[in-house]
């Protein structure tokens, strides 16, 4: 007889036991010759190794079934905690194009060729410019990398940083705490997260922490280690601001820089530090720069032509 421990990162553990822990009972009941006692998110098997082995087998496909649907039930669990989960090859296979199961089972992945430039640049580099109009995805990408490298345990930390610049509007004395006012520059990021992650697993994180969502004035000083960093909307960054933000890279981090140069909201006398790393960095071996066009808006169809008629202007 032996143990060990199974450790869940759901975040919403009671979803997955079931009304009652009519889930877990069933799951229990495929393995009659182990003892599993639940404390909370800990799963503690009491047996002989070979039966640990095939529960830990099978028990990881089920996770992977809730992670990708956000749901199981009686017939998935029998499916997959059964016997006859062995000779199933659908159960746990994967889309490897899939960055990230969201929530309700949507599959969030590169969906242009740029995009998928974006994933591969990621892979082999640290330090990623991806820059383009808006509607390319260009941060929803960056957060969708993110919270793969996150999930797979290849970081601890996301920091998502944003300069706090207004749109051509001043909007005034915003109420409120810090929190209050700099939700609303922050707005997309919450979007693009809430996506991707339960809800509950979402706020358990930012409240401990796991991911930090912060003005890129916040950065000064720090070291970012272990964890995936992403700059969004960099065409509103200054100079020094932008220096200030790359240089804060520790080891075992990734770095992500996403903006559009035709939306910089800076005053006049401020040069776009997005501008500047263009011309200094590209060639740098380990930063890649990834540049997104209209063929990769994924939003209405009208964005496309709306940035292709602002672009002919502009050109001319």
């Not at 915003?174 to 919450?190: F, N, R, S, V």
Request: glycine residues 8%; proline residues 3%; contains cysteine.
């Amino acid at each position: 007889m032996s143990e060990r421990v199974v450790q869940l990162d759901l975040g919403n553990e009671l979803e997955f036991y079931g009304p009652g822990d009519v889930h877990l009972n069933l799951i229990k009941s495929f393995f009659p010759k182990l003892k599993i006692i639940v404390r909370g998110n800990l799963i503690k098997l009491i047996g002989a190794g070979s039966e640990m082995d095939i529960f830990e087998k099978r028990f990881d496909l089920l996770l992977v079934q809730f992670d990708k649907f956000g749901k199981i039930n009686a017939e998935v669990i029998g499916r997959i905690m059964g016997e006859e989960s062995e000779n199933n090859d659908l159960i746990g296979t994967a889309d490897s194009d899939v960055l990230v199961y969201g929530r309700h089972g949507k599959l969030i992945k590169a969906l242009t060729v740029n995009q998928k430039l974006m994933v591969d640049a990621c892979d082999k580099s640290d330090m990623i410019f991806a820059i383009g109009p808006a509607g390319t995805g260009k941060t929803y990408t960056a957060v969708a990398l993110a919270v793969r490298a996150l999930k797979n345990k290849e970081i601890k930390k996301i920091i998502l940083a944003r300069p706090a610049i207004e749109a051509g509007e001043s909007l005034g004395f915003l109420p409120g705490d810090m929190k209050d006012k700099l939700d609303p520059y922050l707005q997309p990021l919450y979007d693009a997260l809430r996506d991707m992650l339960p809800t509950q697993k979402f706020l358990s994180y930012l409240e401990d922490d796991t991911i930090e969502i912060a003005p890129l004035a916040f950065m000064r000083g720090r070291t970012l280690s272990n964890a995936y960093a992403i700059l969004d909307e960099a065409q509103n960054a200054s100079e020094s601001q932008l220096k200030m933000f790359l240089t804060r890279m520790g080891k075992s981090s990734k770095f992500i820089v996403t903006g559009d140069v035709t939306q910089i909201d800076l005053p006049k006398q401020k040069q776009s530090g997005l501008l500047q790393a263009q011309k200094l960095l590209k060639g740098i071996p380990g930063i890649e720069f990834i540049q997104l066009d209209g063929r990769d808006v994924v939003r209405h169809k009208l964005v496309t032509r709306i940035i292709e008629a602002y672009t002919k202007y502009e050109n001319k």
